[in-house]
């Protein structure tokens, strides 16, 4: 791909180009994103403390209880029970735990190996470059869930599996965007001012490239945070990843799946709180991009 | 430009080959399949047996080379659990999985395209909002849930529309096909949209606007076709995505497709079943990736022209 | 004396940028006869570009706005039309050569794709009309072996060339005024020359009125036959370039010529002026300059001064110049 131009920045001085007013980039917080990411953090790791009951808590006699706000509901479960009696607010609370954890661990491995390969293959180029390209893009094209699917059978499900099952093909995707960023930063002039102070790989790659590359690489991890979250609960659903009795949001939505018209609560709860989770990293994800290098707009 | 193709060719046949080494190790790995076939009772003896009638005794590398050496006639051998040729199961499931892709990638490309361009050209209106919204949402919303959701209201209460398989016609493609479709329509609108905001500032088009050349010349032909360079790169990835997703949609709406028979494959341990999905897909990835770069060949000048 | 081919009075352009509202363009006046060139002159910021940009109404949307001002093409008031009317007058009438070579042309449509729009276009022709007008187009900005060109692309042509075919496209109807934006400032020496001679013969050819923006004066001493100069939106000196060059009037036009590097003189120092250029969207009130001149007095920071008559053809807006 034909490199980009790189744009020196411009006083503000309008001679050809203005920015209308009306475009705010960045400046404003994204409070709404900032907050739901806050609350879901702090939900997961105070699970113990704040959840109501014990997720595994069965009572058959207290099954569909409706949430609190329907006829039928309780002070003692306040976003109801499911088909078996359990709290649904104490599952949820628990199931963050499973969510934050997989998103989080899964992104950081991807990004630590994915960056690597990258920064290695920009900084080569030649050969290593196009091998290192072309074991990318095979790996970025085999399906996720067709792996995991694999290793829940193989192994059987767990947590680890998940994890690794989607940041063996992740890494892929940060590989490919750190190389872009690389290539451009190969061509600007300090890094042969670099070299020709008598700088070797190493000291190149990890003093005056990879700090260059931040801005992309905390733009993309936030942004993939979210789908990894995604691709859990997927899998949770298949019954492919965290196995029982565990609660995942993905099996909870699984569980609940017959009842969707009647107990609605079931799944559509844990389904809300997946896509509150994953906007919100979305959005801040988007923040972030465009206050750090609008020129990522193709993130 | 041919040898460009050729030379895409040779990388996608050797990707292949590590690639159907690698399934075959999976395929084994993933467990013994005697186990979920023979009953209880069974003894050591017959479990030999079984072992031998399947041609699962003998050592690895000749299990490879046979596997290899009937794959590329077409002979993917017969399925441990449903007894017949695996090439039988492909045959039908596989037309069944490329109608509903190609349904959903009409409804993506059909939706994507007018809706990124034009929420670039009227940037900050409210189409543009509505544009951000559908792709904020899109990437958010897991598919599996909004599947159940339409399956329940949408053919369950409402009996609007056929919840599965594709014994309805038409009408059955809808549901899975928008379900299917939903997520790669946020990120192709997403990137149709930055490339096209992008081009519409170059000096080209601000040329082609000082020419004379009337707006809506401007932006479908000078503008699009630049911005559906990045696109285009990442049609390959958004194929594999579709590939991933469908294996979950067509698992929620009974679908009889390539993804519910690698679902069905993997939790039988079905290992030619197993090999020959994982090849199939491949084999399809590839062939789209394939495409996809020739694609890119012919959109910009500067690629063909380098080899 | 003719109708001028292009009469500006009183233009005003104003930007709504996040830093507030930039009058990018600030009361510029003038006029451009037939055969005639008017250089534009100035640092970056002072709105030459704009100028240009707001006589074809193409300046940056939404943000920008013609707020008042006459533009008269061949005595047709431009500022009442529509933009489907405007549309008619870009390329046909006001042709522009933008500045980059490198970027000007649509990197993934063939040259001769690009050369044949207008001509389509403005003639209606087609076929093998079009591509036999199209190569003559090419030829006649000097391009070897036009016909085979027409098959090329962007990237495998050079500036110069790419610069000539830019210059094909804008004589495609002839225009009546050919607005050309610092042309050659991307250009290898050798080649600005070749460039500017070209340009040259095309005015002659088609008598073309034409308009150059360049920050480069010694382009102009070559090429213009009257130039103006612009600080911060607003034309502070205007007259005959020979006038100009050798009693330059205006405080900022006499500091910009003093601060031309010269072989032979005996210097020690280049001479630069002094301060910042001014930040457009927060003007003081009175003349732009005042902060910077040398001989400001309490008058210049209190009232921006009109443009005044200080020899046979050239005006300046300085009130060192206002009659006693």
């Known amino acids: 791909m034909p490199a980009e131009p790189v744009t020196t920045g411009a006083l503000p001085v309008p001679d050809v180009q203005a920015q209308p007013a009306r475009e705010a980039r960045g400046g404003r917080l994204p409070y709404f994103s900032l907050g739901i990411v806050a609350l879901f953090v702090l939900v997961a790791i105070l699970a113990p403390l704040l959840s109501p009951a014990d997720p595994a808590d069965q009572s058959l006699r207290n099954r569909f209880r409706p949430p609190v706000w329907m006829e039928g509901g309780t002070a003692k479960h306040l976003l109801g029970t499911d088909r078996l009696g359990r709290d649904m607010l104490s599952r949820i609370i628990w199931g963050s735990r499973v969510s934050l954890a ?37 790996t970025m094209s085999f399906p996720v869930i067709l792996l995991a699917l694999i290793l829940a059978v193989t192994v059987g499900p767990s947590f680890t599996n998940v994890v690794v099952a989607i940041a063996v093909i992740l890494w892929a995707r940060f590989a490919r965007v750190i190389r872009g960023q690389v290539l451009t930063l190969m061509g600007l002039d300090f890094i042969a001012q670099a070299r020709i102070a008598g700088a070797g790989a190493w000291r190149i790659i990890t003093r005056h490239l990879f700090p260059n590359t931040l801005n992309t690489l905390v733009v993309l991890l936030t942004l993939q945070i979210g789908y990894v979250i995604i691709v859990e609960a997927s899998l949770s659903f298949l019954g492919a990843g965290i196995p029982p009795p565990t609660p995942a949001w993905g099996s909870m939505i699984a569980e609940g799946r017959e009842f969707v018209t009647s107990a609605w609560w079931v799944s559509g709860l844990p389904g809300l709180a997946i896509l509150l989770v994953v906007l919100a990293f979305n959005l801040l994800g988007d923040w972030l991009r465009d206050t750090l290098d609008p020129k990522l707009r193709q993130l | 430009m041919i040898r460009f193709v050729l030379s895409r060719l040779l990388q996608s046949l050797v990707a292949l080959a590590i690639l159907s080494v690698v399934v075959f190790a999976l395929a084994r790995a993933t467990g013994d399949p005697l186990q979920l076939i023979l009953p ?47 090439v039988e199961l492909l045959q039908e499931r596989l037309p069944n999985s490329i109608r509903l892709a190609a349904f959903a990638m009409a409804i993506t490309l059909s939706i994507a395209f007018p809706l990124g361009v034009i929420a670039a050209v009227r940037k900050g209106t409210g189409i543009d909002r509505l544009a951000q919204v559908i792709a904020v949402l899109g990437q958010s919303l897991p598919t599996f849930w909004v599947s159940i959701v339409l399956v329940e209201v949408v053919a369950g209460r409402l009996q609007w529309l056929p919840a599965g398989s594709n014994e309805a016609g038409l009408a059955s493609y809808v549901l899975p096909g928008f379900t299917l479709g939903w997520f790669v329509v946020a990120g192709m609108m997403r990137l149709l949209r930055s490339g096209m905001l992008e081009v519409l500032d170059s000096e080209y088009v601000k040329l082609a606007r000082v020419k004379g050349v009337l707006e809506p010349r401007v932006v479908w032909m000078h503008a699009l076709k630049n911005a559906l360079i990045p696109v285009v790169t990442f049609a390959g990835i958004y194929f594999s995505i579709l590939v991933t997703t469908a294996i979950v949609v067509e698992t929620v709406f009974a679908w009889p497709g390539l993804g519910r028979l690698a679902y069905e494959g993997i939790s039988s341990r079905d290992y030619p079943v197993i090999q020959a999905v994982v090849l199939t897909t491949a084999v399809i990835v590839a062939l789209v990736n394939l495409s996809v770069d020739c694609l890119y060949a012919v959109i910009d000048p500067r690629i063909r022209h380098a080899g | 004396m003719a109708v001028p081919v292009i009469d500006v009075q009183d233009l005003r352009t104003h930007l709504v940028t996040r830093w507030g509202t930039v009058k990018a363009v600030d009361g510029v006046s003038f006029s451009v006869a037939e055969g005639e060139t008017l250089g534009l002159v100035g640092e970056s910021g002072s709105g030459k570009s704009m100028t240009c940009l707001s006589l074809i109404r193409l300046t940056p949307r939404p943000a920008s706005r013609m707020v008042s001002g006459s533009i008269r093409l061949d005595g047709d008031e431009l500022t009442r039309k529509s933009e489907a009317e405007m549309q008619k007058i870009r390329g046909r009438k006001i042709a522009m050569i933008l500045q980059d070579p490198m970027s000007s042309l649509n990197p993934v449509y063939s040259v001769g794709m690009q050369v044949r729009e207008p ?96 920050h480069n004066l010694g382009i102009v001493s070559k090429i213009c036959d009257r130039v103006a100069v612009m600080y911060a939106g607003r034309i502070v000196e205007m007259g005959p370039v020979r006038q100009i ?76 110049h206002a009659p006693a």
Do not use: N
């Open chain 1, 102 to 138: 997989a998103g989080v661990i899964t992104v950081l491995i991807a990004t630590a190996f994915g960056a690597s390969v990258g920064l290695v293959a920009g900084y080569y180029g030649g050969r290593v470059d196009a091998v290192l390209m072309r074991v990318t893009d095979a």
């Open chain 2, 40 to 86: 209880m009772s069974a003894t050591p003896e017959d479990y030999a047996e079984a072992r031998r009638y399947l041609g699962l005794d003998r050592p690895y590398v000749e299990q490879y080379l046979s596997f290899v050496g009937r794959a590329v006639t077409g002979d993917f051998g017969m399925s441990i659990r449903a007894r017949r040729p695996v």
């Open chain 3, 119 to 214: 001509v389509s276009l403005y003639h209606g022709l087609r076929g093998r009309s079009l591509s036999a007008r199209a190569a003559a187009l090419l030829a006649a900005v000097r391009i070897p072996a036009p016909e085979t060109r027409l098959r090329a692309f962007p990237f495998q042509m050079s500036g110069g060339m790419r610069q000539r075919v830019v210059g094909a496209m804008a004589i495609a109807a002839p225009p009546r005024l050919l607005i050309a934006d610092e042309p050659t400032t991307s250009l290898d020496l050798t080649i600005q020359a070749q460039y500017l001679g070209l340009l040259e013969e095309l005015q002659h050819q088609h008598r073309l009125a034409m308009i150059f923006i360049t």
């Open chain 3, 245 to 320: 060059f050798k009693t330059p009037t205006h405080p900022y036009t006499r500091a910009l010529l003093e601060s031309i590097p010269r072989l032979g003189a005996r210097r020690d120092r280049l001479t630069a002026i002094e301060g910042q250029p001014p930040d457009l969207a927060r003007l003081p009130g009175g003349c732009a300059f005042a902060p910077r001149c040398p001989q400001a007095m309490d008058r210049c920071r209190a009232e921006a001064p009109p443009a005044f008559s200080v020899a046979p053809g050239q005006t300046s807006a300085c009130w060192l």
